[in-house]
């Protein structure tokens, strides 16, 4: 069953600690990505990764940073420094054919930091 | 120059009719244009996409509509069905995606009444 998993569905944390989600694909797929999504607004990039031990900042990537030590898997860590971490958190993944690269989402993870 | 306009915020319509969502754009170098479909506590799902070679394309009941020279496109959604009520994004990106730069729309909530 080909598809992108994200853990937890929903996390909780007290303020001034570190956070890991994870995401992994079995779709082969090279790139990865993470948006945010708060209410009301669209999907925002953080960070992606093109290949292994390879990723660039996205629009967003204040208090996060990102591993990408294997193809299928993409660990998002959400630091203390990020000032306003609860939101919904969305991976996604693609591989460029024909010349466009069509991006695939995970169920996400719902975080809040009290 | 990055942004993309998404319109309306909200739409109701009754069960058949033809719901119409618009997106307008800034930056000439936008060269793909796909549309999610996300229901709540769900990750966005891809719906269609258009290139701008194309002034038009048909998937199932979804239709692109691509205007190159007013920098617009939208999504027309045929005989729709309450399993229709959805939030819409549209999105826009150069060189096919292939440097995860998608940018979104804000959204636009789709209700269908039976």
């Known amino acids: 069953d080909g598809g992108i998993t994200q853990s937890p569905k929903y996390l909780f944390r007290k303020e001034g600690q570190n956070v890991t989600l994870s995401c992994e694909q079995n779709?082969?797929?090279?790139?990865m990505y993470w948006y945010r999504q708060d209410p009301g607004q669209g999907l925002r990039l953080i960070y992606y990764?093109?290949?292994?031990?390879?990723?660039q900042k996205g629009d967003i990537a204040e208090g996060y940073s990102v591993s990408r030590e294997k193809k299928e898997s993409f660990p998002l860590t959400v630091t203390s420094a990020q000032k306003n971490p609860t939101a919904f958190y969305l991976c996604?993944?693609?591989?460029?054919?024909?010349?466009?690269?069509?991006?695939?989402f995970g169920p996400g993870t719902r975080l809040t930091v009290t | 120059q990055q942004q993309v306009k998404q319109s309306p915020q909200s739409l109701i319509v009754q069960k058949g009719g033809i719901p119409i969502i618009n997106c307008a754009y800034e930056?000439?170098?936008?060269?793909?244009f796909p549309w999610y479909q996300q229901f709540p506590g769900k990750g966005p799902a891809l719906l269609i996409a258009?290139?701008?070679?194309?002034s038009e394309k048909k998937e199932g009941r979804f239709t692109i509509s691509f205007n190159k020279s007013a920098k617009q496109f939208s999504l027309h959604i045929m005989d729709s069905q309450p399993g229709d009520s959805a939030t819409y994004f549209c999105?826009?990106?150069?060189?096919?995606?292939?440097?995860?730069?998608?940018?979104f729309g804000k959204g636009t909530k789709l209700s269908v009444k039976p």
């Open positions: 996604a993944s693609s591989i460029g054919l024909a010349g466009v690269y069509e991006q695939y």
């Open positions: 258009i290139r701008p070679d194309v």
């Open positions: 930056n000439t170098a936008f060269d793909y």
């Open positions: 999105a826009a990106s150069k060189n096919g995606g292939s440097q995860g730069n998608l940018i």
């Open positions: 779709l082969n797929h090279d790139a």
């Open positions: 990764s093109q290949i292994v031990n390879d990723f």
